[in-house]
């Protein structure tokens, strides 16, 4: 490789570091450097100082420096050999790093991003990552799509759904209950084609899943809401009509309850009374820190449970790949459907994920969230009940919801928020009926840990000043 720009290093660097931030100086020397190159003050071929010149300059110790080149390294920002230097490979894309968001009707403006549904990609392991797709592309290429989704990948998520969910499938049975999807959103779909009839009505808790709500209704299946409250869906309330019933009971999407063991038991019985297909979004059940993965109810009913799961909120969209676990009589019909319109589940984020479970890369990446995701909401949780708040949600997943007394303060904190450069998400947009919950849901995910410290104190503000419901208020009737 060569480096032709530049000879002599880089020096006099725009370089601060904040020694008594909470972000270990070398993620905020790392930081530094790819701003600067997303900025254009670094360019592709730029000759970075040494470690131990660098150390110098800014006064650390050159532990700091290496660890930051390190991880730029790694990431592919920089290369260098010993004795011939370091230089700059290729510079990051113009604008703001992952913790910001722009765009999708938010304009042109660059906010940072406290919105729920974002995986954590600050603490990837970048080389696991990178070892993942090398191994991934050594795999023969396939020759025809596989319907079902690869084999391999069917078995690793059959392992990990008993080793984190509790969720036990016979290795004889994987072939025909286990399916790969191209995620929750394309599995319901699926499910809206190949198993519903337009007309059919599917009761969903509300507010909920508003993505799967328009894809249901774009099939033409006609969705119900059902209230929500702090033990997950009313199951007294499901229409007896329904054909189906769509609920996130480990982790309520987005009020962030649990579903309480004898309503389970309810919902499960209700539903082989009636003969209801109940639709479980187990969206990131993995990520729990209180206590062990609530059992799922897949394991309570397969016999009447459709399970999805994602790799979108525990590892990263880029995979576009989830899993189905179902009866037979809707996993034949769902490969039946993709048999006729030729649809199939990329089969490369399936290899990338087989990769990851085999080197063990992906047991010790969620053991890592985990632990990074518990303390996040510590400082989330902290911060916001020192301004007076109350917060909802299970000690678990990626984001808490603050509730509000009425829809006029949950739109000031939310206009207010983004008035400052902070993007976050009110409860009107998750309902399907009348808004029976105010509040703003908060994410900790989407952002950097220096991001988040810096916007949660203005949220709290916001939130003091609009007044709280307290639990369980929000609902605002």
Same mark, same amino acid.
């Given at each position: =490789?060569?480096h032709?720009?530049?000879? *002599?290093?880089?020096?006099?660097?725009?370089?601060?570091?904040?020694?008594?931030?909470?972000?270990?100086l070398?993620?905020q020397?790392?930081?530094?450097?790819? *701003?600067?190159?997303?900025?254009?003050?670094?360019?592709?071929?730029?000759?970075?100082?040494?470690?131990?010149?660098? %150390?110098?300059?800014?006064?650390?110790?050159?532990?700091?420096?290496?660890?930051?080149?390190? $991880?730029?390294?790694?990431?592919?920002?920089?290369?260098g050999?010993?004795?011939?230097?370091?230089?700059?490979? *290729?510079?990051?894309?113009?604008?703001?790093?992952?913790?910001?968001v722009?765009?999708?009707?938010?304009?042109?403006?660059?906010?940072?991003?406290?919105?729920?549904?974002?995986?954590?990609?600050?603490?990837?392991?970048?080389?696991?990552?990178?070892?993942?797709?090398?191994?991934?592309?050594?795999?023969?290429?396939?020759?025809?799509?596989?319907?079902?989704?690869?084999p391999?990948?069917?078995?690793?998520?059959?392992?990990?759904?008993?080793?984190?969910?509790?969720?036990? !499938?016979?290795?004889?049975?994987?072939?025909?209950?286990?399916?790969?999807?191209?995620?929750t959103?394309a599995?319901?779909?699926?499910?809206?084609?190949?198993?519903?009839?337009?007309?059919?009505?599917?009761?969903?808790?509300?507010?909920?899943?508003?993505?799967?709500?328009q894809?249901?209704?774009?099939?033409?299946?006609?969705?119900?809401?059902?209230?929500?409250?702090?033990?997950?869906?009313?199951v007294?309330?499901?229409?007896?009509?329904?054909?189906a019933?769509?609920?996130?009971?480990?982790?309520?999407?987005?009020l962030?309850g649990?579903?309480?063991?004898?309503?389970?038991? $309810?919902l499960?019985?209700?539903?082989?009374?009636?003969?209801?297909?109940?639709?479980?979004?187990?969206?990131?059940?993995?990520?729990?820190?209180?206590?062990a993965?609530?059992?799922?109810?897949?394991?309570?009913?397969?016999?009447?449970?459709?399970?999805?799961?994602?790799?979108?909120?525990?590892?990263?969209s880029?995979?576009?790949?989830?899993? =189905?676990?179902a009866?037979?009589? !809707?996993?034949?019909? !769902?490969?039946?459907?993709?048999e006729?319109?030729?649809?199939?589940?990329?089969?490369?984020? $399936?290899?990338?994920?087989?990769?990851?479970?085999?080197?063990?890369?992906?047991?010790r990446?969620?053991?890592?969230?985990?632990?990074?995701?518990?303390?996040?909401?510590?400082?989330?949780?902290?911060?916001?009940?020192?301004?007076?708040a109350?917060?909802?949600?299970?000690? %678990?997943?990626?984001?808490?919801?603050?509730?509000?007394?009425?829809?006029?303060?949950?739109?000031?904190?939310?206009?207010?928020?983004?008035?400052?450069?902070?993007?976050?998400?009110?409860?009107?947009?998750?309902?399907?009926? *009348?808004?029976?919950?105010?509040g703003?849901?908060?994410?900790?995910t989407?952002?950097?840990?220096?991001?988040?410290? $810096?916007?949660?104190?203005?949220?709290?503000?916001l939130?003091?000043?609009?007044?709280y419901?307290?639990?369980?208020?929000?609902?605002?009737?």
């Amino acid at each position: =490789m060569t480096h032709p720009r530049a000879t *002599t290093p880089i020096t006099n660097l725009p370089i601060t570091l904040e020694r008594d931030a909470a972000t270990p100086l070398a993620v905020q020397l790392a930081e530094t450097i790819r *701003t600067a190159a997303a900025d254009g003050v670094l360019r592709a071929g730029d000759r970075l100082p040494s470690t131990r010149a660098l %150390a110098a300059e800014l006064g650390v110790s050159r532990t700091v420096t290496a660890a930051a080149y390190d $991880q730029l390294h790694a990431e592919g920002w920089i290369d260098g050999k010993h004795g011939s230097g370091t230089y700059v490979t *290729t510079t990051p894309p113009r604008g703001i790093p992952h913790g910001r968001v722009s765009g999708q009707g938010k304009g042109e403006r660059e906010y940072i991003d406290l919105a729920p549904g974002a995986p954590l990609i600050e603490d990837m392991d970048r080389a696991a990552w990178r070892r993942a797709w090398r191994a991934a592309a050594d795999e023969e290429p396939l020759l025809r799509p596989v319907r079902a989704g690869l084999p391999e990948y069917r078995e690793v998520i059959a392992e990990h759904l008993l080793r984190h969910r509790g969720l036990s !499938v016979a290795p004889a049975r994987i072939a025909e209950v286990v399916l790969a999807t191209a995620g929750t959103t394309a599995a319901v779909n699926e499910l809206a084609c190949a198993v519903f009839e337009p007309g059919d009505v599917l009761a969903m808790e509300d507010p909920g899943y508003q993505r799967a709500v328009q894809v249901l209704r774009s099939a033409g299946v006609r969705v119900v809401p059902v209230p929500v409250d702090e033990g997950g869906v009313r199951v007294d309330e499901i229409d007896p009509a329904a054909k189906a019933v769509y609920c996130s009971p480990s982790h309520q999407y987005p009020l962030g309850g649990r579903m309480a063991a004898s309503r389970r038991v $309810q919902l499960v019985e209700r539903a082989r009374e009636r003969g209801w297909l109940v639709i479980e979004d187990d969206y990131d059940g993995e990520l729990r820190y209180d206590v062990a993965p609530l059992p799922l109810l897949a394991s309570l009913a397969p016999d009447v449970v459709v399970h999805l799961g994602t790799t979108s909120k525990i590892f990263t969209s880029t995979l576009g790949a989830g899993w =189905m676990i179902a009866p037979q009589q !809707v996993t034949g019909k !769902v490969l039946d459907y993709r048999e006729r319109t030729g649809v199939a589940p990329a089969a490369a984020g $399936q290899q990338v994920l087989v990769q990851l479970a085999r080197n063990g890369d992906l047991g010790r990446h969620l053991r890592k969230i985990r632990r990074v995701l518990h303390q996040r909401r510590e400082l989330v949780v902290h911060t916001l009940r020192a301004a007076g708040a109350d917060v909802l949600g299970d000690d %678990a997943g990626a984001h808490v919801v603050v509730p509000l007394e009425n829809p006029l303060h949950e739109d000031a904190v939310v206009r207010g928020a983004r008035e400052q450069g902070i993007w976050i998400d009110g409860l009107a947009r998750h309902h399907i009926g *009348t808004q029976q919950w105010h509040g703003v849901a908060l994410g900790y995910t989407a952002c950097t840990h220096a991001e988040l410290e $810096q916007a949660l104190p203005v949220v709290a503000g916001l939130l003091k000043r609009c007044g709280y419901a307290g639990s369980p208020g929000g609902r605002g009737h």
